[in-house]
Each structure stands twice: as structure tokens, then as C-alpha cells.
């Protein structure tokens, strides 16, 4: 018995890059319920601050319209090395154009109702950024297998159109062979970033911020504080006050011209508690009223803010925006971290507080070699950053499009 117990331990053991370099390797595609058996999913995306624990509450808690599934690498044994999120569903390929264009578009699908409606199948996470997972394998070796087969199971899982969905920039070496399998590389829109390696609130406005920017700020600041007093606390688990917060995150939501996915309560309150090491809450309240809060998840040595609400009684007299970016960034600096991030949207502030972007890329791919090669002009007259003019006026906006090689 004991012989068979070791054996099963080195199938499933991490081994060498070396010994991993020199097997063969194939792509299947696994549901939830068969990766779950792989004890490789519960060192998935160990480095990201979206780990395996992520991808299972968004499956649990969001869009129950999607069809989710994981590509496994799996080596000659049948041991999963490497696994990879995605989801199929309907994509819009207008979404993120010009008002005018998906004008246009209402009017075109009164006759025909799925004009530009595709059958997707978009690798990465229904909820932020897309990683690659190198926990075993090097991510250049998973990228490369995944550019020779993603395009097989999509046909066998009756979708037309490939999307690697919103991956980093330090993933453009590794994902070079995407464009060298007929994928088309073109931004999404990015995150943004800004180094908070300062002692305080009151110097990040010193050193970085230009001098009307400070002064507009601190008359925000001392306008609030005439008209109210706001108390912020940090949470790790928002599920007494669900009720509560939900409301102002709906209320942000249904006012954004460009909407992402619709968070639900049991995705807020599930959160906190499968990955409470890694999500901060944080609540303002006017009294005993919340007024505001902030979703944030700490990765590595940066906080990134992921999703707001606000209380819009309240919001511009109080000037809420501005009230939680400066008690977030001094949270943050006070607990030592080096980077403050933010996710796609809302630029205009972000770059008068001097931020910088966060490229994020899309690889899009027709499973049709003769829609693909349409598709590699179509494409960069729809990707969503073309609409987008406060974005060419951020210092690194070249940054979005790199050299193909």
C-alpha cells in the first residue's frame, strides 16, 4: 500500500523545469468538477492576487449565462502542469466603440438581431485581467501550447472567435507566439498606476502633484469637512453590511457609460470570505449612514482598487471620489506598500493625479482563416482605447501599442 501511496505523490509532485522541459505535452479542456481532482488547481495563479480561489467564486457567483471551462496542460502521465480560465459566451464586438458606431449597430440588428454577435470563447477571467499560470511550467511553454491548440476546441465548442482577454504587458514575450498562430494583438483598456513610496498623503501632493492640482484638491478636502464628518473603516468581510453597500456599488454602476460586469451580493460577501488575505474593504460612513465604499485587493507590494460605491445625495457635494482615493492611498502608505493600481475607466482624474497606464492586451483570432484575415483590419477600428481621448494625453500612451516584434 505504501508503495502505491508514494507513487500517486511523485505523479502529482512538482518537478524540475528541466525533467518538465524534455515531456510532451497536450491541451485538454476540463470542467470545474474534473480539475478539482488535479491537485495542481490549488497552486493556480499562487503569485496573482486572483488566484484559484478567485476563478471558483466568479464561476459561483457570476454570469450563470457563461459556459465555464479550463484548459489543462497536461503532461504524458496525465498530470495537470498548467491550467487556463476561460469562458464561452456571446460577444458583442461593438461594445466598446463610439456612442455613434453602436448607434448604428441598434439600428442594423432591428433586421438582422446577431450583426457583429459572436460566439466567443475568451481565455482569462470574466472578472479582471487574465494571467498566465507558470506556477510549473515556463509561461512561454504554456502560451505556445495554448496558441497550437485553442483554436481546435473552439471549433469542437462551437465557437468562432478566440479572445486571450486583458493580459498584462510582462506577458507580451511569452504571448509573441500568439501573433506568430494568427492572432491579432490590440489594447485593451488599461489599468493605471502610481508609486506611493512617500511618508504620507500630504508629500505624494508635494512631489507629485502639479500645484493648481494641489490646491483644487485641498479646497475638495476642507469643503467636505465643512459640510460633513466621515469616518473610514477597513474590513475584510462586508457581509453584515451587504445591504447596505450594495446599493451605492449599483448606483455606480447604472450611471457608467462603459460597463463591465455586474458584480452580485454573494459575490461582495463571498469574497471576504474565501480570500480574506487578500481583499480589503473600506466604508465611509456620515454618521451612522454609509455614504461610500471601496473594494481593494493587495498584491505583492501594490493595493489595487477594483470596485467603488457611492451614496449620490452625497457624492459631489462631499466630493466622495477624491475623499476615498486620498484615505485608500494613505492607508496604503501607512501600511508600507509601494504601488497604488486602479482598474480600466474613469481617466480623467487618474491623469491629472499623475498616474501612469497599465497596458492590458487583447489577442483576437477568427477560428476562419478568411474572417481572420478581415478581422486583422477590422479590429483596430473597434478596439475600445481608439474612443477614448483623455487616454492619448497620459505620458506613456505609446505604451499600448508596442512593436509586434
Keep these: 500500500m505504501s508503495d502505491v501511496v508514494f507513487s500517486t505523490l511523485q505523479d502529482h509532485a512538482i518537478l524540475p523545469r528541466d525533467d518538465l522541459a524534455s515531456q510532451n505535452f497536450h491541451l485538454e479542456v476540463l470542467t470545474r468538477e474534473e480539475l478539482v481532482q488535479h491537485p495542481h488547481w490549488a497552486r493556480a495563479f499562487a503569485n496573482e492576487r486572483k488566484d484559484h480561489r478567485y476563478f471558483e467564486l ?26 487556463q480560465p476561460f469562458f464561452i459566451h456571446d460577444q458583442d464586438m461593438l461594445a466598446g466603440t463610439g456612442p455613434w458606431v453602436r448607434k448604428l449597430a441598434d439600428l442594423t440588428r432591428r433586421i438582422w438581431p446577431r450583426f457583429l454577435l459572436m460566439r ?24 505556445q501550447l495554448l496558441a497550437e491548440g485553442m483554436a481546435a476546441h473552439a471549433k469542437r465548442l ?21 501573433l506568430e498562430h494568427g492572432y491579432t494583438r490590440v489594447p485593451s483598456l488599461p489599468m493605471t498606476r502610481v508609486g506611493i513610496e512617500y511618508s504620507s498623503f500630504e508629500e505624494y501632493m508635494t512631489k507629485v502633484l502639479s500645484g493648481n492640482m494641489r490646491s483644487n484638491l485641498r479646497k475638495k478636502f476642507k469643503a467636505s469637512k465643512r459640510l460633513a464628518s466621515l469616518e473610514m473603516s477597513a474590513l475584510r468581510d462586508v457581509s453584515p453590511i451587504i445591504d447596505q453597500v450594495y446599493p451605492l456599488y449599483l448606483a455606480v454602476y447604472e450611471r457608467s457609460a462603459l460597463r463591465f460586469e455586474k458584480l452580485t451580493k454573494d459575490y461582495l460577501c463571498g469574497i471576504g470570505r474565501r480570500m480574506p488575505d487578500r481583499v480589503r474593504f473600506f466604508v465611509w460612513r456620515r454618521g451612522e449612514q454609509i455614504v461610500a465604499f471601496a473594494m481593494c485587493m493587495v498584491d505583492g507590494d501594490s493595493v489595487v482598487s477594483e470596485y467603488i460605491g457611492f451614496d ?27 504601488n497604488y493600481r486602479n482598474t480600466a475607466v474613469n481617466y480623467e482624474p487618474k491623469l491629472h493625479m499623475r498616474y501612469l ?45 508596442p512593436p509586434k516584434s
Design 357 to 401: 497606464l497599465d497596458p492590458l492586451d487583447l489577442y483576437v483570432r477568427h477560428t476562419s482563416p478568411a474572417a481572420n484575415f478581415v478581422l486583422k483590419y477590422a479590429l483596430p477600428l473597434m478596439e475600445p482605447t481608439r474612443y477614448d481621448k483623455v487616454l492619448k494625453r497620459f505620458p506613456n500612451y505609446s505604451e499600448l501599442w
Design 120 to 143: 466567443t470563447l475568451m481565455v482569462g477571467c470574466a472578472a479582471g485581467e487574465g494571467h498566465l499560470d507558470s506556477s510549473e511550467l515556463p509561461s512561454d511553454r504554456v502560451a
Design 158 to 178: 462551437g465557437a468562432k472567435l478566440i479572445v486571450m482577454k486583458e493580459f498584462p504587458a510582462a506577458d507580451r514575450g511569452a504571448l509573441q507566439c500568439m
Design 312 to 338: 449620490y445625495e452625497y457624492a459631489f457635494d462631499l466630493n466622495l471620489y477624491f475623499i476615498v482615493v486620498r484615505d485608500v492611498m494613505a492607508w496604503s502608505i501607512a501600511n508600507r506598500y509601494q
Design 58 to 83: 466568479v464561476e459561483d457567483t457570476l454570469h450563470p449565462e457563461f459556459d465555464y471551462r479550463y484548459f489543462a496542460v497536461q503532461d504524458e502521465r496525465g498530470t495537470v502542469r498548467a491550467v
